[in-house]
């Protein structure tokens, strides 16, 4: 997981990233340089293994989330839009209600087994997604607050008007 403030100067950073790979590499360099496995292989099988690792690192991402979210949104109404969505490269959207990280993750990533960086850009998060399906990442999320959408709509209606 990564978590840095992030500004103007590195926007294209991402503010969290969820890679299970890259865990487990971590983990195994630690293991291996306070001696608690031989070489990285073995320190790498060891950490794969290790579900407590995983479940802690999760944890941490969807606190570090909902902290953002909270600030973000506290009406916790949210649009996403979706892009290139699955083999099939799908557009669509979907209105949700989430108050804490894990459940607004539950409510627009796939059921499968993914990596993503989460993106910060002024009010909006935009998640970046890998998965069997999508390998190259090309599966973009737009979320925003509900009620940013709707004052949209309603400028978007006084100027018609």
Known sequence: MTHQIQTKQNASLPFLVWDTCDIANQQARFLVENGEADDEDEAFHIACEDQDLLDFEWESLTDCLTETLQAMNPDVHWHADVEKFGWRNLNGYKDFEADDGKTFLANILPKTDCTFNVF???GIIRIQNFHHDSPTGNEWY????????????????????
Do not use: I, N
Not at 145 to 158: C, N, Q, R, T, Y
């Open 120 to 122: 910060l850009e002024q």
């Open 142 to 161: 737009t979320v925003r607050p509900a009620k940013a959408l709707d004052d949209e709509f309603e400028a978007d209606f006084d100027q018609v008007a």
